[in-house]
């Protein structure tokens, strides 16, 4: 299929730059969700990448993805006229998170964080059944599941 140039070219800079690329599988969608351009230009596109083996491609719930391989950069690179230094973000490393600088928590008698008691009801005390409480499954229906009656047409 033929493609713009100035399309072609902008599908493949979002691609570099994310190294990955979404799209969900509508070839009269009007415009892509993330390139101002037809997702079927998308889809085609990657498609030709694709037969490459430039990208990988997964398919799932109607959405096509598509991952850079080590070949597809450096295309991309050549391509695009983009320096060596210059990756996709998703091979960059993130920064790691600042930890909290706060005082230390103590031992003593406080619960953890996230203890499963703390969501539920009441103040602690169990509550037990009264009486002679007997909870029993006297089956909803009638000989369908197993230990009932055999049905009709089985011989035993």
Same mark, same amino acid.
């Given at each position: 299929m033929l493609i713009p140039k100035k399309q072609r070219?902008?599908?493949?800079?979002?691609?570099?730059?994310?190294?990955?690329m979404v799209a969900k599988k509508d070839f009269n969608?009007?415009?892509?969700?993330?390139?101002?351009?037809?997702?079927?230009?998308?889809i085609k596109a990657m498609q030709s990448l694709k037969?490459?083996?430039?990208?990988?491609?997964?398919?799932?719930?109607?959405?096509?993805?598509?991952?850079?391989?080590?070949?597809?950069?450096?295309?991309?690179?050549?391509?695009?006229?983009?320096?060596?230094?210059?990756?996709?973000?998703?091979?960059?490393?993130?920064?790691?998170?600042?930890?909290?600088?706060?005082?230390?928590?103590? &031992?003593?008698?406080?619960?953890?964080?996230?203890?499963?008691?703390?969501?539920?009801? &009441?103040?602690?005390?169990?509550?037990?059944?009264?009486?002679?409480?007997?909870? &029993?499954?006297?089956?909803?229906?009638?000989?369908? &599941?197993?230990?009932?009656?055999?049905?009709?047409?089985?011989?035993?």
């Amino acid at each position: 299929m033929l493609i713009p140039k100035k399309q072609r070219q902008s599908i493949y800079e979002a691609l570099f730059r994310d190294g990955v690329m979404v799209a969900k599988k509508d070839f009269n969608a009007p415009k892509h969700t993330e390139v101002e351009t037809r997702n079927l230009f998308v889809i085609k596109a990657m498609q030709s990448l694709k037969s490459r083996g430039l990208v990988v491609e997964k398919f799932a719930w109607r959405h096509f993805y598509w991952y850079l391989t080590d070949d597809g950069i450096n295309y991309l690179r050549e391509y695009l006229h983009i320096p060596a230094e210059v990756v996709p973000n998703t091979l960059q490393r993130q920064a790691p998170r600042p930890r909290a600088t706060g005082p230390a928590p103590t &031992g003593g008698d406080q619960k953890p964080q996230g203890d499963r008691d703390s969501y539920r009801r &009441g103040d602690g005390e169990k509550k037990v059944p009264e009486g002679d409480f007997k909870p &029993g499954f006297h089956g909803g229906y009638a000989a369908a &599941g197993r230990g009932g009656p055999r049905g009709r047409g089985t011989s035993a």
